[in-house]
């Protein structure tokens, strides 16, 4: 696609619910994160994709948190047993390459989840 | 563990000033430094990226320097307009670790 898409882009939850978030990186994309912003907060690394490698998982919060990328593609994060803290914006971002300096990274819109 | 400090954390201007916003950072090993806006409730939308090879990169009235070897990025606006307030915010990548700095509030009044 022509960019990063996110959904939904909102989510209303009660609290301990499983939710999950999508994320559809640019097409040929090799790099995807996950990251996290509470109210007024910055943004907070969660976990990221690089390839078939495999992830750095060492943002994610607890073991209620995980993720997964099937076909090197589509990026789904899952929250288990959601509680309010977990309300935050969750931003996906994607990128040609790893390493090297020629490329940035182009975020998602985020989805806005909100524990009831 | 690379750290990103942005400072001011919340800047306010009368339209049509020039202002300046500091990026610093830790290690100055990095792959690129980027500038983002974000606008309240929004995403994030990419504004200049500096390679590490670069010194500056320029796009309209904004303008992206990096000294990698003081761990410095200034992020210059000419000529602020009403339109330009929102949430400034640099990222620095070295190896597959992008952080951010908490960000700069600007609001610029008409």
């Known amino acids: 696609g022509a960019g990063v898409s996110q959904s939904p882009s909102n989510k209303v939850t009660e609290k301990g619910k499983d939710v999950e978030l999508r994320c559809d990186p640019i097409s040929g994309h090799t790099a995807l994160y996950w990251y996290r912003q509470s109210l007024g907060q910055g943004l907070e690394f969660l976990i990221y994709f690089q390839g078939n490698s495999a992830p750095d998982k060492s943002g994610l919060p607890s073991d209620r948190f995980s993720a997964e990328r099937t076909g090197g593609s589509v990026s789904t994060l899952t929250i288990q047993r959601t509680q309010q803290e977990d309300s935050a914006v969750y931003l996906c971002?994607?990128?040609?390459?790893?390493?090297?300096?020629?490329?940035?990274?182009?975020f998602g819109s985020g989805t806005r989840l909100t524990v009831v | 563990k690379q750290e990103v400090t942005q400072i001011p954390a919340a800047l306010s201007v009368p339209e049509g000033e020039n202002l300046v916003l500091n990026c610093s950072f830790t290690?100055?090993?990095?792959?690129?430094l980027q500038w983002f806006r974000q606008d309240p409730g929004k995403g994030l939308t990419s504004l200049l990226l500096?390679?590490?090879?670069?010194r500056e990169q320029t796009s309209g009235r904004l303008n992206a320097s990096l000294d990698k070897s003081s761990g410095r990025s200034t992020l210059y606006i000419a000529a602020s307009q009403p339109g330009d307030s929102a949430t400034y915010l640099c990222?620095?990548?070295?190896?597959?670790?992008?952080?951010f700095g908490a960000g700069t509030r600007l609001t610029v009044k008409p």
């Open positions: 990222a620095v990548t070295n190896n597959n670790d992008m952080r």
């Open positions: 290690d100055s090993a990095i792959y690129n």
């Open positions: 971002a994607s990128s040609p390459r790893r390493d090297t300096s020629n490329y940035g990274y182009t």
């Open positions: 500096i390679q590490s090879s670069q």
